[in-house]
């Protein structure tokens, strides 16, 4: 069984990817292979609006790293998926990707879970973060686990919330037990 860990924020080793690393560790002990991936490391063209995945069936045209994502998350059954909060909502590489998976079918992953994180200086910033990053893993067809809102204002001081990196170790653990049914 694998899990793939989704990194929707520039900062390498910020709030949002040290919560990810964390839950992908919890996702281990639990026997799962474990993957990560930084959405801001790939090419991800916004959607031009041009409908053939929606009216023709078509392939998405754009020539970027889509297609590869989309591998990556086809050969997991698990997905922790997280992103920083910026002005209300999650990082914009997540709204690119949310329109792009147009082209996904609603059906297409039917057995496959994941939980969310969302993170920002204060809880009162993100009242569309977790909404968004939620509606994104169910458009791939996701059944949702759990989600996490990690409050921490500067890079990296997630690390002094003990508690939280204890919920999003259990929620790695959460994952795998709810993929094994």
């Known amino acids: ?17 040290i919560l990810i ?21 790939l090419c991800l063209e916004e959607c031009n609006g041009c409908m ?3 009216m023709r069936d078509a392939r998405c045209g754009l020539k970027d790293d889509f297609y590869f994502l989309i591998e990556q998350m086809e050969a997991a059954e698990g997905m922790v998926l997280g992103a920083p909060t910026y002005i209300y909502a999650p990082a914009g590489v997540i709204k690119v990707l949310l329109d792009r998976f147009l082209v996904m079918k609603p059906d297409q992953w039917q057995d496959k879970r994941a939980v969310t994180i969302a993170t920002a200086g204060r809880k009162e910033w993100m009242p569309y973060a977790l ?19 990690g409050e921490s204002p500067g890079p990296g001081e997630i690390l002094l919330r003990e508690d939280a990196i204890a919920d999003v170790h259990d929620l790695g653990r959460r994952l795998v037990r709810a993929l094994r049914g």
Do not use: F, H, W
Not at 3 to 10: A, H, N, Q, Y
């Open 1 to 17: 069984m694998k899990v793939l860990g989704i990194v929707g924020s520039r900062r390498k080793m910020g709030n949002t990817e």
């Open 21 to 41: 690393k964390e839950t992908l560790l919890g996702a281990r002990e639990e026997g799962a292979e474990v993957a990560l991936v930084r959405l801001t490391d």
């Open 131 to 149: 909404p968004q990053l939620n509606c994104l893993a169910m458009m791939a067809g996701y059944g949702l686990v759990g989600s996490y809102v």
């Open 52 to 54: 053939a995945c929606v």
